[in-house]
């Protein structure tokens, strides 16, 4: 028998043999934590696939990350790791099937901000608990949410556009209203002290259209989005919501950097197991996210589409769940703000 998620002796061979393609020491630390305690816990579960819910279609972002990370979880463990895609009320979906799930490690979210940091301030009656109903396995990865705008605007900066701003009206496009880019928005306009006009879009690649056509001033998206037509001199880059500069475009300055401290709006994705899940369960599968995220290669696929890894505990990422939690539910309901 396998144990779902953890290793067995009969795939020991497998895991060696991971270990040795990737060449990497994180992978010796890992093989360390996971085969230990494998032989224990080997009889109390079945060998059906770990399940990675996705809580949006297939083809997206979030949806390419959690397959590259499921495939090589799957060569590291030796046990199949599947993504299941469960679309649907920005993540609640998704969110709701996992809570209700087995405690096993055999289910797990792979949950990005908007299902359990933004979801709780816009949803009346929401159907599980972010804090109580999950248990932390880790953050896996996040991405910059960036202002752009057309590559002809004269504006170079985002004070220049705020200054824009107090002049005549400038619209500004976001990927759904309570999404992560309206958030952004909302905090750069409380920074700024002026007012945008806010055009929500249901996706992002006709608000890329139209700031590439002029019928946009400029649009708050999430690097992925972007990436190409900024890279292909479409779009101008004005300015980055992470603390850091964003590694897909390091001569971006950040909106803190530009005077507007408190803009901060990242997208990211990680991974939550069912409430009481076992710690060492929880452990194992930690070590193991850590150990993809850690690889050379994978690291360098996920630049490619501009989102960067970023490993932790599982005790760093409920602190880090807690905080953002409070910090967009402070937000929405100071500004008003409502979903779709």
Known sequence: MEARGLIVPQRLDRLYGAIARWR???????????????????????????????????????????????????GLLGHSVVVENKPGANGAIAAEYVAKSEPDGATLFFSTVGAVAINPALRSNLPYDPI????????????????????????????????????????????????????????????????????????????????????????????????????????KALAATSSQRSQAFPDVPTFGEQGFPDTVANQWAGIL????????????????????????????????????PSPDTPEEFARYLQDEIARWGKLIRERGIKGE
Not at 146 to 157: I, Q
Not at 275 to 302: G, S
């Open 24 to 74: 990497s020491p994180a992978y010796l630390i890992v093989a360390l934590v996971l085969i230990a305690p494998a032989t224990a816990s080997a009889q109390d579960h079945s060998n059906r696939p770990i399940k990675l819910i996705v809580g949006f279609t297939a083809g997206g972002t979030t949806d390419f990350v959690a397959r590259l990370i499921a495939e090589r979880l799957t």
């Open 132 to 235: 109580k109903d999950f248990s932390p396995v880790g953050l896996a990865v996040f991405n910059s949410t960036m202002l752009v705008v057309n590559a002809a605007m004269h504006v170079k900066s985002a004070r220049e556009l705020a200054a824009l701003a107090k002049e005549r009206p400038v619209a500004i496009g976001v990927t759904g209203l309570g999404a992560i880019s309206h958030l952004g928005l909302e905090l750069f306009a409380s920074a700024a002290g002026v007012k945008f006009a806010a055009v929500p879009y249901r996706g992002a690649s006709q608000a890329v259209t139209d700031v590439i056509g002029g019928q946009l001033d400029a649009l708050f998206a999430d690097v992925p989005t972007i990436i190409a037509q900024v890279r292909a001199g479409k779009l």
């Open 273 to 308: 197991a069912p409430a009481h899940t076992p710690v060492p369960t929880i452990t194992k599968l930690n070590a193991a996210l850590n150990a993809v995220l850690d690889d050379p290669d994978t690291r360098a696929r996920l630049a490619q589409v501009g989102v960067t």
